[in-house]
C-alpha cells in the first residue's frame, strides 16, 4: 500500500494549458504539502494544508491553486502553463509533533 | 526564518571508507532536523531526525547524524560507505511549531567500487 500517491507521475503538454496533479495519502496524517523541485534538485516550499485549512502559501503565482477535498487530499491545479513551471512536483504528508514529512513519488510536468 | 546550507555539492568516498555529509542551518527557535536521501526518479526517503534528547542519533541503512548547538551543525555520517550509498542527500530544518520544513540544496554523493 502506497502511503502517499500522486497521479500523474508524468505529465507533457503544451504553454497555456490547464492541468492538474493529485495527491492521496492513506496514513491518516493532518497536514500536507506541495513542493517544487527544480532542474539543480533544489526544493522550494509551495503550500501546506492542516485538516483543509490553508497554512502555507509561499510566493507561488496564482495561476497555481491548491484544493483539499478532505484531509487525506491535496491536489494542485495549474493555470495557463509556462516554460517555467517545468519540474517535479513532491506531495508529502505529515502527522501532528515532531513527525517528519512522507513524500510520494513525485510528478515530472514538462511544458512543451 | 530558517535556512539549511550544505556547503558541499558533492562527496566522493570509496566503498569502505567513512562517509560525511556537512550540514548547518539558521533557525530563531529551536531546531527540529532532518536527512532524507533521493535515488534518482524517486521521491524523497526519511534517513533520520533530531528533535530533543542526545545529540548523537541513529538512523536506517547505518547512518548516523550529530547535532552540534554550538556549530549549528547536523552532519551525516557513516563508518563504511557502500556503492549502493550513491544519491542525493538533502538535510532539511524546521523551528519548533513551525510547519514549514526547509530543505538544502542537496549532496550528491558517488561512492565508488
Redesign the interface.
Known amino acids: 500500500d502506497t502511503a ?1 500517491s500522486q497521479t500523474p507521475k508524468y505529465l507533457v503538454t503544451q504553454m497555456g494549458n490547464d492541468k492538474s496533479i493529485k495527491c492521496e495519502q492513506n496514513l491518516g496524517h493532518d ?1 500536507m ?1 506541495w513542493y517544487k523541485q527544480d532542474s ?4 522550494k ?1 509551495m503550500f ?1 494544508y ?1 485538516n483543509k485549512e490553508l ?2 502559501n509561499e510566493t507561488v503565482p496564482n495561476r497555481f491553486s491548491p484544493k483539499s477535498p478532505d484531509k487525506a487530499h491535496l491536489n494542485l491545479h495549474i493555470n495557463s502553463l509556462e516554460l517555467g513551471d517545468s519540474a517535479v512536483y ?1 506531495c ?1 504528508s505529515r502527522g501532528t509533533g ?1 513527525g ?7 510528478s515530472r510536468l514538462t511544458v512543451l | 526564518a530558517q535556512s539549511v546550507a550544505q556547503p558541499e555539492d558533492q562527496v566522493n568516498v570509496a566503498e569502505g571508507n567513512p562517509l560525511t555529509v556537512k550540514c548547518t542551518y539558521s533557525v530563531s527557535g529551536n531546531p527540529y532536523l532532518f536527512w532524507y536521501v533521493q535515488y534518482p526518479n524517486r521521491g524523497l526517503q526519511f534517513l533520520l531526525k533530531y528533535i530533543t534528547g542526545d545529540n548523537l542519533v541513529k538512523g536506517s541503512y547505518g547512518f548516523e547524524a550529530e547535532f552540534n548547538k554550538s556549530q549549528t551543525s547536523f552532519h551525516l555520517k557513516k563508518p563504511s560507505a557502500l556503492v549502493s550509498d550513491s544519491a542525493l542527500y538533502f538535510c532539511a530544518v524546521r523551528d519548533m511549531g513551525d510547519y514549514k520544513l526547509s530543505f538544502g540544496a542537496g549532496t550528491t554523493v558517488t561512492v565508488r567500487a
Open positions: 502517499v497536514t504539502y539543480k534538485k533544489f526544493l516550499i501546506s492542516n497554512i502555507i513532491f508529502a515532531t517528519e514529512l512522507f513524500f510520494g513519488e513525485g
